[in-house]
């Protein structure tokens, strides 16, 4: 696969053993976590409140300092209950938490609204990065345009130092993913990035070709140098395990660290995964292409249940 000249991981800080290595942001001049907190739907089917915070406390104490929320992370009857959570962990150490949320809203007063909001839940006075929350396809990016949109929103909020950073996330459609980044300047991007989905460079929906993230959003976010942020690592858990087109969490995981990203945001419910990925992460030696090639033709047997999960895959709906 060739995504341009910057293919490999960015470079990371880290000694050997110790914390999670800090990735550079894009040209942001931020330092994030070469992995993050997922506080998704996963943290969100947590029933005890002590064992959702104590998730968190223990993916601090490892490095791991990016934390990922959005006002629709919630648990059916509880009003965002993610944000909520992260508001109550990051208010004592805010200045050392890259808080970045999202809004689902695509005009520009309805996004504004949940953004007001989000800041009260998540108890701070400014947000580190604020996200338009899974971009569908063409049509959902024309709903976002203009004066009343919710990329004007985005922008109000990043000149008025409510957001120091802006973004834009997509789990679905390549195609549109790189025309929203190509028409806007956004900071980072959140995007859909795993073995599974690499080893393939066109995803069929509705009977029309549609480019996969890392071969059209990916090397224009590059050559943007924008944030780039990865996630869906595991494949929502189907491509984790034994057998025919499974692997192991640890290997995964390393396929993404290997791959031109700052950051994989990893959805986290039980103490033994984050352990887990935090081991993983500290080990992490990138990968030879041949290692890629040969996760990725392992992998070949989940791929069309992966890219029939990404056509109806709803990000915003509660657990």
Known sequence: ???GAATQAPAASQIPGSS?????????GELVSAVGFGAGSRFCSIQDEDAAQALLERAWDAGINYFDTSA?????????????????????????????????????????????????????????????????????LKRMDGPNGAVAAVLELKNQRVARFVGITGHNDGGAMTEALRRYDFDVVLMSLNAAQSANPVAARRMEPIPAFETAALPLA????????????????????KGAGRASAPELLQFNLSQPVAC????????????????????????????????????????????????????????
């Open 1 to 3: 696969m060739v995504w």
């Open 20 to 28: 999670i290595a800090k990735r550079p942001l894009g040209k942001t």
């Open 72 to 140: 629709s992370y919630t648990r059916k009857g509880l009003e965002r209950l993610s944000e909520r959570r992260l508001g109550e962990f990051s208010r004592p150490r805010r200045k050392g938490v890259f808080l970045a949320t999202k809004f689902d809203p695509r005009d520009r007063d309805g996004a504004l609204r949940s953004v007001e909001r989000s800041l009260k839940l998540l108890q701070t006075d400014y947000l580190d990065l604020i996200q338009i929350h899974s971009l569908r396809d063409h049509a959902d």
């Open 222 to 241: 590059l050559q943007k140098q924008m944030g780039i942020v990865s996630m869906k690592v595991m494949g929502q858990g189907m491509l984790v395990g």
């Open 264 to 319: 994989v945001v990893i959805g986290v419910e039980q103490k033994e995964r984050l352990e887990e990925n935090i081991q993983a992460a500290r080990a992490f030696v990138p990968m030879t292409e041949r290692e890629k090639q040969n996760l990725q033709q392992r992998l070949t047997p989940s791929r069309g249940t992966w890219y029939r999960f990404l056509k109806s895959h709803d990000d915003s709906l509660p657990v």
